[in-house]
């Protein structure tokens, strides 16, 4: 298993405080015993102070990982562990420290408030100021029939209830689908001003858009393969993304697309400065071309 080690020195004494996190090896699973497999061996570290985004087709495992990384599916081989404990076990301890936001998911016909009540003593890190704050942001009210809100809404009143519960795992399933172009926005600033050192954050979903300036490391899965798994400074140091380029700019270019601007293209950066990751871009050519991307990001490191 990976730690994360920080050294602290204290009166010349070296402290090592070990920050754990959620450990995925040689995970495999599928529906049917003789069918395809949809995670075929993947390893995978959810490490703290990050927004990962989860990426991949639709249909291809993203939301069964999901379930799995909070002990509500089970892997067939391999393991998940939280805080070095396997998350099958649904420990209340380990439940308590991950909470999960679902594509699809109804709310009883009872008050915000209510809901509050009834299942935020089981989140001992809840927060009814932060959770009134998320409220005001996403400019909701307290209402008194979550029932029968929209789905836009019933997605904002659960991510507002899940960011106040502070777990250090947030798990959220495509989360901004049945929201508006604002409340698209509103939730990019919410997921940023409820982030810390602490905390993780997956998301998955195939609107790569919605991520873009939000996410600091980016995970894209296929055909049951994790065929990209880096952090968007990695990616920036190893990658040089174009827009609007011509064809001389695009000289060596291993994935380009013509636009109305010109080309759209990903290079190999071979100089010491970042570009702005262009998402959509870079999970279309992984998709398409998953050896490239593999060759790059398991080179020697530049």
Known sequence: MQYTIKLIHINSITLQIVNTMLQIENLEFSYHKKGNPIFNGINLTIQPGSVYG??????????????????????????????????????????????????????????????????????????????????????????????????????????????ATNTPLLLMDEPTNGMDIP?????????????NEQKSIVISTHQVRDLENMIDHITILDNGLLLLDADTHTISSRLRFIKGGNESEIAGAFYKVSTI?????????????????????????????????????NSSAK
């Open 261 to 297: 601007a010109g080309y759209s293209a990903i290079l190999p950066n071979e100089t010491d400065e970042e570009s702005l990751i262009d998402i959509e871009m870079l999970f279309n050519c992984t998709i398409g071309d998953p050896e490239v991307i593999h060759n790059i990001f």
């Open 183 to 195: 409340s698209k926005s509103q939730f990019r600033k919410v997921i940023a001003s409820g982030m």
């Open 54 to 163: 989860l990426l991949g087709k639709n249909g291809i495992g993203k939301s069964t990982l999901l379930y799995m990384m909070c002990g509500l599916m089970f892997p067939h081989k391999g393991s998940i562990r939280f805080d070095g404990i396997e998350v099958k076990r649904r420990l209340p301890e380990t439940l308590e420290k991950i909470f999960l936001v679902p594509e699809e998911f109804d709310l009883p016909s009872i008050s915000i408030d209510d809901y509050v009540r009834r299942n935020s003593v089981f989140y001992p890190n809840f927060n009814i100021d932060q959770f009134n704050q998320y409220l005001s942001d996403f400019e909701l009210e307290h209402t008194k029939n979550l029932a029968k809100t929209s789905m836009g809404q019933k997605k904002k009143y659960l991510v507002s209830f899940a960011l």
